[in-house]
């Protein structure tokens, strides 16, 4: 009989709590910081933006924080996810390792963003808010909060980053057809967008710019509050339902990997497949080496400065202790839009100060090379941002290929690739272009750091 490819688990496995990691890092991170005392916040600084039960779970101390019913029944329309062994990509490689994937795309927005915004929209429903308002980058995390918004009855409104918007038109009428109102970043509708078009009518725009522009509508209007796709805690927090089933789903194929690795841009899919795992290593239980790669067109943690930051452009929001390459900076428009953000998670930056993960950077031609070969044996088209983790998990299959070891590699495939088509005839057309990001742009970016 020939050995499974796939874990599928039933409904009753999908995780009832969701896993905080600051109960178990050796040493506390340090806290977000009010711009303008320069003080801790405390839940008042934060109420405007975001319900009180989030707010909780953004500064909780407590290990595993539980999943309410009403986010659990709507969990059920797509978890638990499979994890599938990549046996048809082994082979092609020729290698000994053993390459599993966690795939997220099968979520109504094709993505892993659903698990957060679910319960976000709940936390607000709850409330009594009457909107949302949020950014998105590459348009996954607007097509699930618009979703998400739809289940429990609040209208949502998105700032889409301008590239993105040009570039993937189809996921903006995936959520015009959820229900949410969809703006390109920057726009004119705000005083944030309208300050950056007169100065760059031609702007790409940029995750930090729709920020703002997300923020201050938020902040003018008290039926309204913002939702924030990856970075904060609380994100971070909810995304490790992925990471808790593929612990059991590793468990089911009788494994234990030796290396884990995730794509990272704010950090959400990343903490989501590996904080668990952190657990369980910082336990003593496993010892993988866990590795985050992030674009080399916007590399925070590999070439950004750990500082206080804001996380936005026009300064808006707290700031947070993150590697960052400053709120001005303005990423090239890459087409992994998910992964274009000038911060990393204040989770994860404080994670890596600690050596407890690698970070490299990829640049977008050799993605999409593994994205193609991925989408040619595995027969699942990724997105741009998974390709990151593809491309260097192939590498390191190719390691063991040439060292004979038999390693046992995890990834996480947050998502589809099918409204990034164009992306993916600009490459087999050989058109797309590495952006090469001078040391000059990054010093200029970070010459506008607040003063902490």
Not at 392 to 401: D, K, L, M, Q, W
């Given at each position: 009989?020939?050995e499974?490819?796939?874990v ?15 109960a178990?890092?050796p040493?506390?991170?340090?806290p ?6 320069l ?5 008042d600084?934060?109420a ?9 779970q953004?500064v909780s101390?407590?290990?595993?924080i539980q999943?309410p ?11 638990p ?23 997220e795309?099968?979520s ?17 429903a ?14 996954q ?14 209208e ?10 040009d570039?993937?038109p ?10 949410a ?10 005083s944030?967008g309208n300050?950056?078009l007169a100065?760059?009518p ?6 930090g710019?729709?920020?703002?522009e997300?923020?201050?509508i ?11 796709g990856s970075?904060?805690?609380h ?18 194929f009788g494994e234990?990997?030796d290396?884990?690795?995730?794509c ?6 990343f903490?989501?497949l590996t ?6 290593k910082?336990?003593?239980r ?22 206080y ?18 709120h001005?900076?303005?990423?090239d428009?890459?087409?992994?839009g ?16 600690l ?8 640049g977008?031609?050799?993605c999409?090379?593994a ?5 040619r044996t ?12 593809l491309a260097e998990t ?5 390691r ?16 589809h690739?099918?409204?990034d ?5 600009r ?10 990001l001078?040391?000059e742009r ?11």
């Amino acid at each position: 009989m020939a050995e499974p490819t796939r874990v599928l688990l039933d409904e009753s496995r999908i995780p009832r709590n969701w896993y905080n990691i600051v109960a178990d890092l050796p040493v506390p991170p340090p806290p977000p910081l009010h711009p303008g005392t320069l003080q801790p916040l405390g839940p008042d600084d934060l109420a405007p933006l975001f319900p009180m039960d989030l707010i909780s779970q953004e500064v909780s101390q407590d290990r595993f924080i539980q999943i309410p019913e009403g986010v659990l029944e709507v969990y059920r329309l797509w978890r638990p996810t499979p994890l599938i062994r990549a046996r048809r990509l082994e082979k092609s490689l020729g290698t000994p390792a053993r390459i599993y994937y966690k795939y997220e795309g099968g979520s109504p927005a094709g993505s892993h963003k659903p698990n957060t915004a679910v319960p976000q929209a709940y936390y607000n429903a709850k409330q009594g808010v009457r909107r949302l308002t949020t950014e998105t980058g590459a348009g996954q995390w607007g097509s699930a909060l618009a979703f998400a918004c739809a289940q429990y009855g609040v209208e949502c409104e998105i700032w889409m980053v301008r590239a993105s918007y040009d570039q993937k038109p189809y996921r903006r009428s995936l959520m015009g057809v959820y229900g949410a109102k969809v703006h390109a970043s920057p726009s004119p509708v705000t005083s944030a967008g309208n300050k950056i078009l007169a100065e760059f009518p031609d702007s790409p725009g940029s995750l930090g710019i729709a920020i703002s522009e997300a923020v201050e509508i938020a902040g003018q209007h008290d039926d309204t509050r913002y939702a924030l796709g990856s970075v904060l805690n609380h994100v971070l927090t909810h995304q490790t339902v992925i990471g808790e089933e593929a612990i059991e789903q590793l468990a089911a194929f009788g494994e234990t990997p030796d290396v884990i690795v995730g794509c990272t841009g704010g950090g959400s899919n990343f903490a989501g497949l590996t904080f668990p795992f952190f657990r369980e290593k910082l336990a003593g239980r496993m010892n993988p080496t866990i590795r985050a790669v992030e674009p080399a067109a916007c590399p925070t943690f590999t070439r950004g400065t750990y500082a206080y930051d804001f996380g936005d452009t026009a300064g808006f929001t707290p700031l947070l202790k993150m590697h960052t390459l400053g709120h001005d900076f303005v990423p090239d428009p890459i087409h992994a839009g998910g992964l274009r953000y000038h911060g990393m998670a204040p989770l994860l930056s404080h994670m890596y100060e600690l050596g407890m993960f690698e970070a490299i950077a990829m640049g977008q031609r050799e993605c999409f090379e593994a994205g193609v070969r991925f989408a040619r044996t595995e027969g699942i088209l990724p997105a741009p941002e998974p390709t990151h983790a593809l491309a260097e998990t192939i590498a390191e299959a190719v390691r063991c290929r040439e060292s004979g070891e038999e390693k046992v590699i995890l990834t996480a495939l947050c998502g589809h690739g099918h409204f990034d088509l164009a992306a993916y005839d600009r490459y087999l057309a050989g058109e797309m272009d590495d952006f090469a990001l001078t040391q000059e742009r990054i010093d200029q970016a970070l010459a506008t750091l607040p003063k902490v």
